[in-house]
């Protein structure tokens, strides 16, 4: 609803802000050679998947994306494991959307700039070219999966780095702690403790507009976490994570990377 400056200067509100609609058709493929569906401590799991997305607005882009992903889990110490993943996504466009970013702005209502002096003035409309000019290479290239939030680059905010073409390296040491079998009975949660797991992480991703600069600017996480693994499937997982940009604190009921999925 509101549009700030980096000191947090407010430079334009928005009594009814636009709203976004989104849609899309997905299929995929999973092959999983592990020794555990659930909470595997060896083998390897390979997934691709495409979504195709339509155009459902004069401007949109229509595109397609294909993502791919390899986890290899490798047996270490008594019972514990040491993951590594590899995660790539890339969106091909088949009709590009509307990629002027001046249409773009007045189409989102850069001209409320006006009524503000200088050099809030400025401020406002330099916001608003910004948008669009990102939502140009959008609808120019296409939109792959995203980087930032509870599954990829986890100390980055949701839907943090978007672009064309996303990669993603991993690793997490997962030392179980426990094994044994307990039942817990609480007032909002009842299960059974498949295990109790510490976990060490370390991610690095880049996101880019065009596969020749993949990889050029990159960003990297690394954290620590607690799981109790439980017999319905669910991994209750609290992961603390740091990057350049503060921390965040994950709280959820699967691992990382889409491994539960």
Same mark, same amino acid.
């Given at each position: 609803t509101d549009i700030f400056t980096p000191d947090d200067t407010l430079v334009d509100h928005f009594d009814d802000p !636009?709203?976004?609609? %989104? =849609?899309?058709?997905?299929?995929?493929?999973?092959?999983?050679?592990?020794?555990?569906?659930?909470?595997?401590r060896s083998g390897l799991r390979l997934k691709q998947s495409t979504t195709k997305v339509?155009?459902?607005?004069?401007?949109?882009p229509e595109y397609s994306v294909l993502s791919q992903s390899a986890t290899l889990y490798i047996p270490i110490l008594e019972d514990s494991t040491w993951v590594f993943h590899y995660f790539r996504s890339d969106a091909t466009v088949t009709k590009e959307g509307e990629t002027n970013p001046t249409v773009i702005a007045a189409e989102n209502g850069i001209a409320a700039c006006n009524v503000y002096p200088s050099p809030y003035l400025e401020g406002c409309q330099a916001a608003y070219m910004a948008d669009a000019n990102n939502t140009a290479n959008a609808? !120019?290239?296409?939109? %792959? =999966?995203?980087?930032?939030g509870a599954y990829r680059l986890r100390s980055y905010p949701e839907m943090r780095y978007k672009g064309a073409h996303t990669e993603l390296l991993g690793t997490e040491f997962r030392w179980n702690i426990s094994t044994a079998k307990?039942?817990?009975?609480?007032?909002?949660?009842?299960?059974i403790v498949h295990a109790l797991q510490l976990s060490l992480f370390?991610?690095?991703?880049?996101?880019?507009?065009?596969?020749?600069?993949?990889?050029?600017?990159?960003?990297?996480?690394?954290?620590?976490?607690?799981?109790?693994?439980?017999?319905?499937?669910n991994v209750y997982r609290l992961d603390w994570a740091t990057g350049d940009e503060d921390s965040q604190l994950t709280v959820l009921f699967q691992y990382p990377w889409g491994e539960s999925d």
């Open positions: !636009k709203k976004i609609e %989104s =849609e899309s058709t997905s299929w995929g493929v999973q092959l999983d050679l592990t020794d555990d569906r659930t909470d595997p339509p155009a459902l607005e004069r401007g949109d609808n !120019k290239y296409g939109t %792959s =999966e995203t980087l930032g307990s039942k817990v009975n609480l007032f909002f949660l009842k299960d370390w991610e690095e991703g880049a996101v880019s507009e065009t596969e020749e600069t993949l990889g050029d600017i990159k960003r990297s996480t690394y954290g620590a976490g607690f799981r109790f693994v439980a017999e319905s499937g």
